[in-house]
T-cell receptor
């Protein structure tokens, strides 16, 4: 049981380039989330999807788009990367495991130069 | 406005000692208060969580104390071990959107042997 899988693990982009961060969960959870983690800032919610076919903005959505491709997959797209988007990105799903909780992926470390 | 304030930023404890991390929140609509543990290079993982209908919850060496009137909650780690060295995040979320977590900024705990 893989849980939440993110790809890639590391990425370096030049300013203005675009890329898509991929996330997949195999726990049959309805809700999925994208967070970013910056030093000394904790994790901040970018976008979320409460169920397949729906997406909503979180606290810091500017510069990002998302797609809930199906129940398993939730992708995050940077259309024109900026240095301020240098961060570690975490995907999560919410649902029942041993407890009802948020399950996080291993993260994608993105550097924009 | 920071909705969840966490202190201290860093903490050094001797092996066998008690580690205490505190959080305060603003929004009285919050009704789910988890603590996450994060090791370097990994995603956060749920440690323990509490809802406001109880004042304390204990799981092994980890205890959450909750003070609804003061809008504060804390994590106590008894008999701290070097393996507990990690970054700890408190978080909060509202009823009906409990996966939309608002995180504190984190506490880096070092347990010295």
């Amino acid at each position: 049981n893989a849980g939440v899988t993110q790809t890639p693990k590391f990425q370096v982009l030049k300013t203005g380039q675009s890329m898509t961060l991929q996330c997949a969960q195999d726990m049959n959870h309805n809700s999925m989330y994208w967070y970013r983690q910056d030093p000394g800032m904790g994790l901040r919610l970018i976008y979320y999807s409460a169920s397949e076919g729906t997406t909503d903005k979180g606290e810091v959505p500017n510069g990002y788009n998302v797609s809930r491709l199906n129940k398993r997959e939730f992708s995050l797209r940077l259309e024109s990367a900026a240095p301020s988007q240098t961060s570690v990105y975490f995907c999560a799903s919410w649902g029942q495991g041993r407890r009802t909780e948020a399950f996080f992926g291993q993260g994608t470390r993105l550097t924009v130069v | 406005q920071q909705q969840v304030k966490q202190s201290p930023q860093s903490l050094i404890v001797q092996k066998g000692g008690i580690s205490i991390i505190n959080c305060a929140y603003e929004n009285t609509a919050f009704d789910y208060f988890p603590w996450y543990q994060q090791f370097p290079g990994k995603g956060p993982a749920l440690l323990i969580a509490i809802r406001p209908d109880v004042s304390e919850k204990k799981e092994g060496r980890f205890t959450i104390s909750f003070n609804k009137s003061a809008k504060q909650f804390s994590l106590h780690i008894m008999d701290s071990q070097p393996g507990d060295s990690a970054t700890y995040f408190c978080a909060a979320s509202r009823r009906g959107s409990q996966g939309n977590l608002i995180f504190g900024k984190g506490t880096k705990l070092s347990v010295k042997p």
